[in-house]
């Protein structure tokens, strides 16, 4: 790891992609969210996970601003937005989203969501059908019954192994995450050694997310109340897990990407109980992260899903 380098504003970095795209707020659902918007056409949000912000879609923004009016948002507890004590169950984030839709003046969209992003846009397709024309999600499945029964520890030896060279593994962070106050005391002022773990260990190219973005989220995450924040993503599972319980299957249509090793389980997951038209399409050569790994695939997918829109 590097010396520490000046984190730009999110005015800043939004003005360093082409596409004139813009950070904003907006006060929705009793909550101020901050989003960056650019381009033209028909309206595409995009939602983050952790421990990232809206910068993780850098890559794919400015190619996707030529065919839609793309808007990527900080989720509630997430970056440049709000960190209110609650509100992190997916049911109150969705309509964080649906009432930002709306405040951006357009009656739906087209929703991409990547990891916890991914849970919170099915969420959202879920409980505002109208406001959701074709919803992805990126490697991350929609969190249900069978999350409460994963693994504490490696389940064999093999998957141990794959730890010490720094691939694969078990998610301990859901554990971690779900603790008050030990996190912030053990992570506070010092997140980037977790944003390298995370990583080194769900990355297949380590070049592909640079010193300057690992800055931009170590920093994000730096403080205890971000920290905090980012973990009622996690803690309120169980109740997104209760809710899901009540939902029928989507009917809009859903496409999964996802990385190389999470394709067997997202294929499971991502069954006909979540939805009546859903595909599931792997990214050869990414891990975890694809929209700053496999940019180029990953638009591909999109364009052919959503359509061209309008070309510049």
């Known amino acids: 790891m590097s010396a520490t380098i000046m984190v730009p504003t999110d005015a800043e970095l939004a003005a360093s992609l082409p596409g004139d795209f813009r950070s904003a707020y907006a006060e929705v659902n009793g909550v101020r ?17 952790w421990p990232q912000t809206w910068w993780q879609f850098r890559k794919i923004m400015p190619e996707l601003a030529r065919h839609y009016q793309v808007t990527a948002v900080d989720l509630r507890g997430m970056g440049g937005s709000a960190k209110p004590v609650g509100g992190y169950d997916k049911k109150t984030m969705a309509r964080d989203i649906h009432e930002l839709i709306r405040h951006l003046g357009h009656d739906s969209a087209y929703v991409i969501g990547h990891d916890i992003g991914a849970s919170l846009g099915y969420h959202l397709a879920a409980n505002f059908p109208a406001s959701v024309r074709k919803l992805v999600t990126v490697d991350l499945g929609v969190p249900d019954a069978s999350w409460q029964v994963i693994p504490m520890l490696p389940g064999s030896d093999d998957q141990a192994a794959a730890l010490e060279v720094g691939r694969g593994g078990y998610p301990w962070w859901f554990a971690l995450n779900q603790l008050r106050e030990l996190p912030e005391a053990l992570l506070t002022g010092r997140f980037r050694p977790l944003i390298d773990w995370l ?3 769900m990355l297949t190219d380590q070049a592909s997310v640079d010193e300057q973005a690992r800055e931009i989220y170590a920093h994000a995450y730096g403080t205890a109340e971000a920290i905090r924040a980012g973990n009622g993503w996690y ?56 929209p700053e790994e496999a940019p180029a695939a990953m638009v591909r997918e999109l364009i052919a899903f959503f359509g061209p829109g309008a070309e510049a």
């Open 199 to 201: 990583y080194g260990h």
């Open 33 to 49: 969210l901050h989003h960056v918007t650019g381009g033209a056409g028909e309206p595409l949000i995009l939602l983050g996970g």
């Open 235 to 290: 803690q309120t599972m169980r109740q997104d897990i209760a809710d899901l319980a009540t939902y029928a299957p989507v009917t809009l249509p859903i496409l999964t990407l996802s990385g190389e090793s999470s394709y067997p389980a997202l294929r499971e997951q991502m069954s006909a109980e979540k939805g009546t038209d859903i595909r599931v399409v792997m990214i050869e050569g990414s891990g975890h992260y694809v």
